[in-house]
């Protein structure tokens, strides 16, 4: 049985993560910033298999109390994550901070203070980007790309520094399936539209992704694009 952990593991994406580990066997603490309610009901779902965990990536002293909780650490996945759309006039600095404290300075703050417990365990970090550090997002995402390109370089840096003992991977999932898109949303019809496989993208798929990143000992260093075809099309 591996220990993982989970940053932002009650949001679509991380919901998946964390029921994905637990069916598999595996140990998960499930981070959550605010969404107490959602963490207490992945709990109860599964049992003692998942953990929720108070942790806010903006706060070092947070994750330094989650830290001393664990006793040993196998997988790190860092899925906390923030999204705006503002067109570069509107754009202000604060909501530039904002989207790069979260999506790039906290998935720092997380790793730099796992890493310990990942060398001894020989373990690994996936992270998640975005299909938008590889392509122009939908219109107003200049901060929320930018973030996530950030993020691919950081993956790659890491895996050379951390390598042998720590493999690093990252996967770039396009356009979520969430209920807040239904048929009528533009950027629903825009992404399906243009994706070869004329579909957004399940949750679940991306969850197994993550898992095949964590199994293979063979991958370090490689971003892993999970988008129906989008960048193709």
């Not at 996936?126 to 938008?132: E, L």
């Not at 493999?167 to 070869?196: I, M, T």
């Amino acid at each position: 049985m591996h220990t993982i952990m989970v940053s932002g593991g009650t949001s679509t994406l991380g919901r998946a993560i964390c029921e994905r580990f637990v069916k598999a066997g595996e140990r998960v603490y499930c981070g959550y910033a605010s969404n107490k309610k959602t963490a207490d009901e992945l709990a109860d779902s599964y049992g003692s298999s998942l953990i929720p965990i108070h942790l806010d990536i903006q706060n070092p002293e947070s994750i330094a109390s989650v830290i001393q909780e664990l006793e040993e650490l196998d997988i790190l996945v860092n899925n906390s994550g923030v999204f705006s759309v503002f067109t570069p006039t509107e754009l202000v600095e604060f909501e530039w901070q904002r989207i790069f404290d979260i999506n790039v300075t906290g998935l720092f703050r997380l790793t730099q203070q796992c890493i310990p417990l990942l060398t001894e365990s020989k373990g690994c970090i996936v992270n998640i980007a975005s299909i938008n550090a590889l392509h122009p997002g939908f219109g107003g995402t200049s901060h929320y790309d930018a973030s996530k390109g950030a993020v691919v370089a950081y993956t790659k840096s890491l895996a050379k520094e951390l390598g042998p003992s720590i493999r690093v991977n990252a996967v770039a999932p396009g356009l979520l399936q969430a209920p807040y898109l239904d048929d009528a949303n533009p950027l629903k019809q825009h992404y399906e539209e243009r994706s070869l496989l004329h579909s957004l993208v399940d949750p679940g798929d991306v969850a197994k992704v993550v898992q095949l990143l964590v199994d293979c000992k063979a991958m370090t260093g490689e971003l892993v694009g999970v988008d129906c075809g989008y960048l193709m099309g």
